[in-house]
Nanobody, 117 residues
Framework: QVQLVESGGGLVQDGGSLRLSCAAS????????MGWYRQAPGKQREQVARITFGGTTNYADSVKGRFTISRDNAKNTVYLQMNSLKSEDTAVYYCATMDRWFATRSWGQGTQVTVSS
């Protein structure tokens, strides 16, 4: 089993930046990839970005060029650098682990990101 602890959310103005962190513990060897999802009020949860153990990344079209996902394997931590934030980025952001088929296996508790216009 894997436990995930997120941090770094908060309130930021339109055009600002935030960096989210997600530290994993437990059965790390079971993790193939890690990613970030978000859920805005009244909307479905959507994948924002993911990164494999080997470093291959994938982004949602809505965040390409603005968000960067990275990971520190030595610290079992994944980061999401969010730049040029917009009000539509306001959501609860969740960290997740994935297996080799990119099915989500574990979830973090979520961290609120609010972008004020």
């Amino acid at each position: 089993q894997v436990q995930l602890v997120e941090s770094g959310g908060g309130l930021v103005q339109d055009g600002g930046s935030l960096r989210l962190s997600c530290a994993a513990s437990g059965t790390i060897s079971s993790i193939y990839a890690m990613g970030w999802y978000r859920q805005a009020p009244g909307k479905q949860r959507e994948q924002v970005a993911r990164i494999t153990f080997g470093g291959t990344t994938n982004y949602a079209d809505s965040v390409k060029g603005r968000f960067t996902i990275s990971r520190d394997n030595a610290k079992n931590t994944v980061y999401l650098q969010m730049n040029s934030l917009k009000s539509e980025d306001t959501a609860v952001y969740y960290c997740a682990t994935m297996d080799r088929w990119f099915a989500t296996r574990s979830w973090g508790q979520g961290t609120q990101v609010t972008v004020s216009s």
